[in-house]
């Protein structure tokens, strides 16, 4: 089936310090969308991307959706405690309507 | 506004046990959408929906079946249990093209 390959699986930094972290696959997605999920809760929707080359963000955090549509990155500049969590990329498959799938998510820690 | 919502939060089965995961949703969203949770695996999807009367099997659906008689409410049952469906399960819904809102879950466990 379809792979959400995410990268890294797990980070450690220092409170003030920029994030990045990415997804690639081997499909084509029309859709990308990053969640956040904390212990014991359900993901929850940062940023979504539509369209090829989108830039967006939301507050300290950025997304972007590639120019090939098979990847896209998350960034998150000045990190702080609150930050701490999994963070899940997504996609919707273009040749699929409906099917949304996930990366197996990036857990980030940040030391105070 | 309530969302997604997913009965029951918490189950424990004994192997060979039947049991049905409700998901109801009040945004009026075509999609819906099973997905389960295990440790370092992130979340699979199991089976999903484009719409009332319409199913389709994701990437781990065995062992698994669905219904969306409503629009509404996404049904998942498990016929008979088994140790390896042990997980937390996840529903999610969304608009056509567009973001996916989930539920908070529930944790299933079979002995």
């Known amino acids: 089936g379809q792979q959400l390959n995410q990268s890294p699986q797990s980070m450690f930094i220092q409170e003030g310090e920029d994030v990045s972290m990415n997804c690639t696959s081997s499909?084509?997605?029309?859709?990308w969308l990053w969640y956040k999920q904390d212990p014991g809760e359900g993901p929850v929707l940062l940023i979504a991307?539509?369209?090829?080359?989108e830039l967006t963000s939301n507050g300290r955090l950025t997304a972007q959706f590639g120019i090939t549509r098979k990847d896209s990155f998350l960034n998150i500049s000045a990190s702080i405690p609150s930050d701490v969590g999994i963070y899940f990329c997504?996609?919707?498959?273009?040749?699929?309507?409906?099917?949304?799938?996930f990366g197996q998510g990036t857990e980030l820690s940040v030391k105070p | 506004n309530a969302g997604v919502t997913q009965t029951p939060k918490f189950r424990v089965l004994k192997t060979g046990q039947s049991m049905t995961l409700l998901c109801a949703q009040d945004?009026?969203?075509?999609?819906m959408y099973w997905y389960r949770q295990d440790p370092g695996m992130g979340l699979r999807l199991i089976h999903y929906?484009?719409?009332?009367?319409?199913?389709a099997k994701g990437e781990v659906p065995d062992g698994y079946n669905v219904s969306r008689l409503k629009k509404q409410n996404f049904l998942l049952g498990l016929e008979s249990a088994a140790p390896s469906q042990t997980s937390v399960y996840f529903c999610?819904?969304?608009?056509?093209?567009?973001?996916?809102?989930f539920g908070q879950g529930t944790r299933l466990t079979v002995v």
């Open positions: 499909s084509i997605f029309n859709t």
């Open positions: 929906s484009v719409g009332e009367g319409t199913t």
């Open positions: 945004m009026n969203h075509e999609y």
């Open positions: 991307l539509y369209k090829a080359g």
């Open positions: 997504a996609g919707q498959l273009t040749n699929q309507g409906g099917k949304l799938i």
């Open positions: 999610a819904s969304s608009p056509r093209q567009g973001e996916a809102f």
